[in-house]
Each structure stands twice: as C-alpha cells, then as structure tokens.
C-alpha cells in the first residue's frame, strides 16, 4: 500500500513559479516505483505532466510542460516535487501525484498505469 499526499497549491500570478510537493509512505522503496503528476483542468480530461521511474533513467515529461517543468525526487521517493515555471492561466488544474511500480511495458503516461492517487491541489493562474 502506498498513500500520496500533495501540497503547495494555491493562486499563483501568470509568469510566477510554483513547486507542489507529493509526500508518499508505504513501499516507497521498491526498484522501479514510478511517481506521476497528473493534472486536470475544469471541463477537461485528466492530463499526463510528468514521472519519474526509480532504474528507468531521468523524468519524462509531457510536451505540453517540456523545458519550463522539473520533476525531483529524494533518494527514497518518499517526497516527489514538481517545479513549474513561467506559469499562464492554462496551467490551472487541479494537480494529482500517482504511484505504482513500473512493470513491464508501462504506460506511464496514462492515469489507468496507476493504482495509487493523492487527493489533489488546486492550482490556479490569474493573468
């Protein structure tokens, strides 16, 4: 069992940065524990920002957040951050970490890869 708990949401201004937080406990441990940052938008499907794969390499992020997001982890992937920056108003969402191990041919990219989800931060950007 792995619970996620995020944090650092709030209302932020266009071109400001924020860093959110995803604090997870249970078997964080594991060789291929993936951590993912999900996002979703009112109105919207759920969509993929980024991940990183204990062994699988550096983060992976969506094109959309390329070159203005880092996602880090500490050694025992039991704090997942997210730093985002030069944020606009379409970066509002509401914004969910999810856990799981990495298995063979993962989908990291999609929400069904996961089974473990935090409540979510509500992120928003006024112009």
């Known amino acids: 069992q792995v619970q996620l708990v995020e944090s650092g949401g709030g209302l932020v201004q266009a071109g400001d940065s924020l860093r959110l937080s995803c604090a997870a406990s249970g078997r964080t441990i594991d060789r291929h524990f993936a951590v993912a940052w999900f996002r979703q938008a009112p109105g919207k499907e759920r969509e993929f920002v980024g991940c990183i794969i204990r062994g699988h390499g550096g983060p992976k992020y969506a094109d959309s957040v390329k070159g203005r997001t880092t996602i880090s982890a500490d050694n025992a992937m039991k704090t997942v951050s997210l730093h985002m920056t030069s944020l606009n108003p379409d970066d509002t969402a509401v914004y969910f970490c999810?856990?799981?191990?990495?298995?063979?041919?993962?989908?990291?990219?999609?929400?069904?890869?996961?089974?473990?989800w935090g409540q979510g931060t509500q992120v928003t950007v006024s112009s």
């Open positions: 999810a856990a799981d191990l990495a298995q063979s041919r993962f989908t990291y990219q999609f929400g069904s890869a996961y089974k473990y």
